[in-house]
RNA sequence: GGGCUGGUAGAUCAGUCUGGGAGAUCGCCGCAUUGGCUGUGCGGAGGCCGCGGGUUCAAAUCCCGCCCAGUCCA
């Protein structure tokens, strides 16, 4: 169902645009030109830019940025900041800012957060990797990108602009820029995503997409529509297309990036040496491509054959020819990408955005292997990050994190590989056949893609049987997907609900930090719950655990906070009713060390930001009575020197005794004022935040309790860094007087220790070193005395053999290990010989010679339990020696006989 | 967040499915051959079989928990 919209602008009127239907796609569009037929955009349309730039002056990507922000600030709207690619940072149904509509919501496209300006305008970064196997082959597509946006926030009362003022902006932009107006279409068409949805326009010229407008209005609810409160003209300008366009250059890339893909070409040593125009070839190429949806490698290669007919050239060279060049593009497009990635401070891991980065990395790094680039990635990614250095120097300022952390990834890739190979190599050793299962679980389990199999395999030569379905990918996707159904999901415990009207409870602990006790009248008594008009208890959140204590003597076990509804857990809520006024006291001891805890979190945060770089972002955080714990992104493990300077820097600050300040604040002023840095505890609702300042250490949005003074947490001790996950590194500490029980713990350890073995405490490391080695020494003494035991007792034995049909049998009780009657047996067994040995411990051992057709299995079982092989059994006997060893005799005599 | 794989000698790994005397190759040390190095031959050292528990007569091997590492997916 779709709602109706009249398409029909003020512009286009006193312009004279006139509405036709494309011939091709049927879609309705505007345009000024009375012949045109088709649309405007791909594949209706053929590009007609390339070699022909339709723009006055030709820009850069600087430029263009700075051109569309400029505009729009002259017609009355206000530039904004850009927000980092890494929209998890404020959301969390997304990894990565795909739109600059995505920097608003949810809280200013819900209405709940007024916008910083109104209207506004963005340029804003953005990363899509939807489509990343067709960038560089289309001459089009991008991994990273730039949308130019600028949006108006209608509300009833304050309407700011709509879709007349929205189309004539967009007009006279191009018109600023030089764009023929007769060149440019509007196409009718609805956009959907997040939720939302409304009619939109389509601007294209020449052949491309250039801008959409989109005026969302409805929330998607089911399959119907419902009225948005908030009305949202959300524009997406192409900031890359308008470069290309505005050059007329063969690809987007050369627009965009030129320096670069010049840089690349002339370091890679894999390039043919060709004499045909690549202008043209490269021309034809994106030209053709443009008229097709490229979904799949099977529509690259569709348009392989495309080209080749056209120009006449033979598919295979015009192969040789352009696949080298295409990854070229592709490695050019996910440098700049990692430039962004990187310097927003992802960290590379197999989770998450860091997942993501980690991908376009290692496909990066394929690619450059491919074409033999000498340059290394860290060397590309600088050649970007000193390109984009004027609009965005906070990326050029991560240098130093984006350097180390590619030179490990590398290392780790390479290892991967190497690993994959012997894995791979091991394989063929035993068969001359790779299944696709094989394949599978190597790349599933192991990390290595199907085509460094194929690789190994034509490295080691002989035919080797491998096929590689061209879904590879898709199934294993597929094999996940069968796997994912069988999933559970975790249920979360509720509150109980209440009905009525209750007001949102007074939390009296931001006013009065320093308060114990307090009154306050119940409101209502739900199950064990008490909902109190104000409290004191802090209930749990941000990390911090709840506060524990009493209201009216009775215990008060857990307090939750729902809908800014504060719920006390009683043990009993006999003998009180709704209207009581009660005394509430809660646990200082408790608190205090909460306090200590939280304000210890703030502080060992900001100092490993200091310690390990700008990339280290909180990834939750737990604060109970006893400890802290503290996860951290980092792409690699902290080393105890760093533990030491974290701890050490932690304890000046708290020695400097700086001040704790908290106030609250709305979310625009926090933001512009501090920046992204406040969002270390994760996505945080609502316009007001809570702003904890510690004085030129730390800002955060929290709601916790904290002490007013770095001083009162006392001594900040780390007690151990653990890795969570990879790419997350835990820390874990204490402060206060908890340091001063862990540190006594620690010493009792220590103390012990020294005193077990006789020494003092500093003597312990090369005493213990002393003891190992030594006890390797005598374990290695022992073992080799047992085997000469077991030499020299055969002389004892050695006679007393007797003769049972055709065997010689000794069944004999010796004293020793059961290493030692294994020698002994070793040294007595001849070919036609059963030796039998037992110790008073219950071992018993039963060899044979090669001749003797008795199971030795069978033989121990008649006396006892064990096993093992058919001429070597061991095992417990049971019952008493001489018994066990008659019984033994007859048995071998019995089945001796029986031969 | 979910799944999968691995941890055994200094290094690379086999042995684990199906419980029964801890192995291979390289490297290291010594001896022989040599004027010396390389090479070759012979000999040798080197293992808490990741840690902790359980099952069992018996665990590198089976079960449970933990630690460490790798990898795929959302």
């Keep these: 169902m779709k709602t109706s919209h009249n398409y029909k602008v003020k512009l286009f009127e006193e312009k004279g645009f006139i509405r036709k239907r494309c011939e091709k796609c049927g879609k309705y569009f505007w345009t000024l030109d009375e012949d045109r037929k088709t649309c405007g955009d791909s594949p209706c349309d053929r590009y007609t830019f390339i070699g022909n730039p339709v723009t006055k002056e030709r820009y850069s990507y600087t430029e263009m940025v700075r051109t569309f922000l400029k505009f729009f600030e002259r017609q009355g709207h206000t530039p904004i900041k850009r927000y980092p690619v890494t929209a998890r940072r404020w959301r969390d149904d997304i990894l990565l800012t795909i739109a600059s509509i995505a920097v608003f919501q949810p809280w200013v496209t819900k209405g709940i957060v007024d916008p910083v300006a109104n209207p506004l305008v963005i340029a804003q970064p953005c990363i899509r990797l939807n489509d990343i196997d067709n960038v560089g082959r289309t001459g089009r597509h991008l991994t990273s990108f730039t949308m130019g946006g600028h949006h108006a926030f209608n509300k009833k009362d304050r309407e700011i602009y709509w879709t007349d003022r929205t189309v004539e902006l967009c007009y006279n932009f191009m018109k600023e820029l030089g764009i023929p107006k007769e060149s440019l279409t509007f196409i009718e068409s609805w956009w959907e995503g997040g939720g939302n949805a409304g009619p939109c326009y389509e601007v294209t010229s020449h052949g491309v997409e250039l801008a959409t407008l989109v005026f969302m209005q409805y929330e998607k609810v089911g399959d119907s529509y419902r009225e948005m409160p908030l009305k949202v003209v959300d524009t997406g300008y192409g900031i890359e297309r308008f470069v290309w366009v505005s050059q007329g250059t063969p690809t987007i890339y050369d627009a965009l990036f030129g320096s670069v893909v010049e840089r690349l070409k002339e370091s ?256 209502k008594i739900v199950d064990n719950y008490v909902i109190l008009d104000k409290t004191l208890f802090y209930p749990e959140g941000g990390g911090q655990k709840c506060d524990t204590g009493t209201i009216e003597d009775r215990k008060v076990l857990d307090v939750q906070k729902k809908d800014g509804i504060v719920y006390h857990k009683l043990s009993s809520v006999e003998g009180l009713k709704e209207g009581d006024v009660v005394k509430g006291v809660i646990d200082w001891d408790r608190r205090i060390n909460l306090m200590r805890n939280h304000t210890a979190t703030h502080i060992v945060n900001a100092v490993a930001q200091m310690v390990l770089g700008k990339h280290v972002w909180q990834a939750g955080s737990d604060v109970d009575p006893e400890r802290g714990r503290l996860d951290i992104t980092h792409y690699k493990r902290i080393s105890r020197e760093e533990i030491k300077r974290i701890e050490e820097l932690a304890n000046r600050i708290v020695l400097e005794n700086k001040v704790v300040r908290s106030i609250f604040m709305e979310r625009n002023e926090a933001e512009q004022r501090y920046g992204f840095r406040i969002y270390q505890g994760g996505v945080v609702p609502g316009n007001i935040l809570r702003i904890v300042e510690i004085e030129d250490v730390d800002v955060e949005a929290c709601g916790g309790t904290h002490c007013e003074n770095t001083s009162e947490v006392g001594y900040i001790k780390i007690l151990r860094s653990e890795r969570v996950q990879d790419g997350v590194e835990r820390l874990v500490y204490t402060s206060g007087i908890n340091t001063v029980k862990e540190v006594s713990a620690m010493e009792d350890i220590l103390l012990k220790s020294a005193e077990i073995l006789g020494v003092p405490v500093e003597r312990l490391p090369e005493t213990v070193e002393r003891f190992f080695k030594e006890w390797k020494k005598q374990k290695k003494t022992i073992e080799e005395l047992e085997k000469r035991i077991g030499e020299y007792k055969r002389y004892m034995l050695l006679n007393r053999f007797k003769r049972v049909g055709d065997y010689q049998v000794l069944i004999e009780e010796i004293e020793g290990t059961p290493k030692e009657l294994m020698t002994t047996a070793d040294y007595l067994v001849g070919d036609n010989s059963i030796v039998i040995l037992l110790n008073r411990e219950g071992y018993i051992l039963c060899r044979c010679g090669k001749n003797v057709d008795i199971d030795m299995v069978h033989l121990l079982r008649v006396v006892g339990k064990g096993g093992g092989r058919k001429d070597l059994a061991q095992g417990k006997y049971l019952g008493d020696v001489e018994e066990v060893k008659e019984k033994l005799l007859e048995e071998i005599e019995r089945l001796a006989k029986k031969e």
């Design 268 to 523: 890679a040593r894999n390039i043919p040496g060709e004499s045909l125009d690549m202008e043209e070839i490269l021309k034809e190429s994106a030209t053709l491509a443009g008229l097709m949806d490229i979904e799949d490698r099977g529509d690259l290669k569709i348009l392989r054959k495309e080209v080749a007919k056209k120009l006449n050239i033979d598919v295979e060279r015009l192969d040789r020819i352009l696949t080298p060049m295409e990854y070229i593009y592709a490695i050019a497009d996910h440098t700049r990408c990692l430039a962004f990635m990187l310097g927003d401070g992802i960290v590379p891991s197999n989770v998450k955005d860091g997942y993501l980065a980690r991908l376009v990395l290692r496909k990066t790094l394929r690619y450059m292997e491919k074409v033999g680039i000498t340059l290394s990635l860290g060397e590309i990614v600088d050649l970007h990050l000193e390109e984009l250095k004027e609009l965005y120097p906070e990326l050029l300022e991560m240098r130093d994190y984006i350097m180390d952390v590619i030179k490990v990834e590398e290392e780790r890739y390479r290892e991967t590989l190497n690993r994959g190979r012997g894995v791979v190599k091991r394989l063929l050793k035993y068969k001359r056949e790779i299944t696709l299962e094989d394949l599978i679980e190597l790349y599933d389990s192991r990390g290595i893609p199907p085509e460094v199999v194929v690789n190994v395999a034509r490295e080691i030569g002989g035919d080797i049987k491998i096929e590689v379905p061209d879904n590879f990918y898709t199934l294993v996707a597929e094999r996940h997907e069968r796997r994912k159904s069988e999933e559970k999901e975790k249920k979360k415990m509720d509150l109980p609900p209440i009905d009525g009207d209750v007001g949102e409870t007074q939390l009296l602990f931001y006013k009065y930090p320093r308060m114990r006790e307090f009154e306050g009248r119940i409101l």
